[in-house]
């Protein structure tokens, strides 16, 4: 079988995971012959021949004898370049870069069929969940109708020891940063944002449709208190941070917001660490797909099959061009909303249901909740589903 | 886009799904041409064209134009004359025939690379869960330590009737049967016989070797009656036949057989009709796969994603000649056995550990309890987990 040599950029927790990987197996055609970090000199859990260890990325993007691009750096911007360039030099690239894919996945589509180029990003959406594998491979012929993604392992972490354990935010929050499972700063997995750059490449490969990250509504999990956690365990409920796209009659809508979710659906076994993926399809029907999505390992997983792809030259079947949404509005739900009291006050509902001291549940668009979210008030914004707001018509009086 | 003749072996319940979901698909470039059936003038509840039909299957298997052979008939010795002849003749194939890739996948294999031929069987093992496409490109460079799966969804629709509607095996079976989901002679279902050729064909694919469907030690679900439902009810456990195969230090284990199934357990909650893989990989992790395993359109969604396989050249990555291994014998295990007290009375085990008048729980190897089942006893054999004997030990005397 033929061999190839590949250059690897990041040597952090994927990169290392990659690297390993590869290491103890000595039959896979495929070795890293080149490595570009930032800081040659930082202490590292993994051995490395030093002779291997570059810091200028030219070394490797203009090694003719590497035929094959790693990419596993943090800064999205910066790995655009690196794979651009990588891409014009006639290189295969795998990354595991969400934020780059959904920020330039335009420029990176034309690249790859100018170039006639392999572009391939298994690990950037749940880790280890073949995620983007199969909704390239198998629904070719199929019709999505709803894809439903638990996407940041992180919050899932946070929202699994806050409902077993007890926790507070702040304290759940804590605690996955001392086990390396969310960052110093933890704004992108908390806040949403990474769960939308996931949702917005699932919905590439979904839908074929391009849509930026940022026209997808948003809630974190930030403003999650004890009195939510409370309330889903009284409704035997979990919250859970769920990205989901949903098209109807050639129209698409597409949020990222926590969602009580009731123990009929299966993305409610999925806990702490773990990553999950739903897709309804018009002759597949409901498929459930359920993998570690973080990890040094899982994550590695997910490039390493990339490298398979490679070697059998398996590629994505993208158009070149898409179709460009301008703005994606889910239509109105119901919300679970608590906040101050002057706040609840003052929101902006089609109808109120429930209105109790700390929590009301409204009707409403999640863009005008976003809205009042916006004017400074701290509003903890749970999706509630329709099932379960009957049953709680049996125990709350519904207005 | 170039565009593809295919010939159609089959018009029943999996045939006439791929023929309308190709049909409603205009777009996709594989077009049925010619459909071969035994009998033409029965009555169908799909319209095609009657020129498109035929009885002689040279007139599919010869002409020239047809690229693609889709077998989709239920004889698997006739099914094997066809695709060899399809192979031969320089055609592509896809095929949903669970029991002929198992019995035959030693000679499909070698005729395969003779001829350099393209031989897909997605639809053969669990429906719509693209178990094959997981395996045979996720975990190439991985290492698969242990797969389980509910592969059959007559089985599983059966059981998850016994426990929540309290019928018996019989009234479940016979309900099956009017829903379409067994057939009229339901024993390669419920004997476990089904399960043991998918399993056969998912260890091919996961360890590279070649097992009989034969020699993989089977236990069904004919003789679980309501003791078991009721003893799986208290001890808040389900039953669901499992077909399990197990790497340890490059031995391997493997058996179909009903287990007791704790909620903590993904499997746990895969009820009615569905089917479900886990595979438990050295890097990746946990992957759990959840989707319909029966059904037109699920099945016929497969068929349709090995269609697409074929219009981008994906192959499946198996070595031509495989490990043959002669037997496959679990290692000893705890079960829950039931059947008249003769019977149990004479079990020979290594340890038993319950003994109630209706049931025991016993150490013992499965070989040896097939054996006693051989000699004409009706026993009910569940497996049962050590984890849930550890429970067990607070509410019985454990001897």
């Given at each position: 079988?033929k ?18 990987t ?80 959904s ?55 946070i ?20 086990l ?19 949702l ?116 994505y ?22 906040g ?60």
């Amino acid at each position: 079988m033929k061999k190839y040599r590949a250059g690897l950029f990041g040597l952090g927790v994927v990169g290392s995971g990659v690297f390993q990987t590869l290491s103890n197996n000595k039959d896979f055609p495929i070795s890293i012959e080149k490595i570009a970090v930032k800081n040659p000199g930082k202490k590292r859990n993994i051995e490395v021949d030093a002779s291997k260890i570059y810091t200028d990325a030219s070394e490797l993007l203009e090694d003719e004898s590497l035929e094959i691009i790693i990419e596993l750096i943090n800064d999205p911007h910066e790995a655009f370049q690196i794979v651009s360039q990588a891409l014009r030099n006639g290189k295969k690239v795998v990354t595991a870069n969400k934020k780059m894919i959904s920020l330039y996945h335009q420029e990176l589509l034309q690249l790859s069929s100018e170039t006639d180029g392999t572009l391939l990003y298994e690990a950037a959406v749940c880790g280890s969940i073949p995620v983007i594998r199969l909704l390239d491979q198998q629904f070719g012929a199929d019709e999505i109708n709803k894809v439903t993604t638990i996407a940041n392992g992180t919050c899932n972490y946070i929202l699994t020891q806050m409902s077993a354990k007890g926790w507070s935010y702040t304290k759940a929050l804590q605690e996955a940063q001392n086990l390396g499972f969310a960052e110093l700063d933890p704004y992108s997995d908390v806040s949403g944002e990474d769960t939308r750059f996931k949702l917005s490449i699932i919905i590439l490969h979904s839908f074929g449709v391009h849509i930026k990250a940022d026209d997808i509504p948003m809630v974190g999990i930030e403003h999650i208190d004890d009195s939510a956690i409370e309330f889903a365990s009284e409704n035997k409920v979990k919250i859970k941070l769920v990205g989901q796209a949903i098209q109807k009659n050639g129209s698409l809508s597409a949020s990222v917001i926590p969602q009580f979710v009731e123990a009929s659906e299966d993305i409610f076994f999925v806990d702490e660490e773990y990553n999950a993926v739903q897709i309804d399809a018009k002759y597949a029907n409901r498929q459930f797909f359920k993998g570690k999505g973080a990890g040094s390992f899982p994550t590695s997983s997910a490039v390493v099959s990339n490298l398979s792809d490679i070697i059998y030259n398996r590629g994505y079947q993208l158009p070149a061009s898409l179709t460009t949404f301008k703005k994606i509005e889910p239509t109105s739900d119901y919300y679970y909303v608590a906040g101050n009291e002057e706040v609840l006050h003052h929101l902006n509902v089609e109808e109120i249901l429930v209105s109790e001291t700390n929590y009301k549940i409204v009707k409403a668009s999640l863009g005008t909740l976003l809205e009042t979210s916006k004017e400074g008030a701290a509003l903890s914004i749970i999706n509630l589903p329709e099932s379960l707001l009957k049953k709680l018509a049996n125990t709350h009086a519904i207005i």
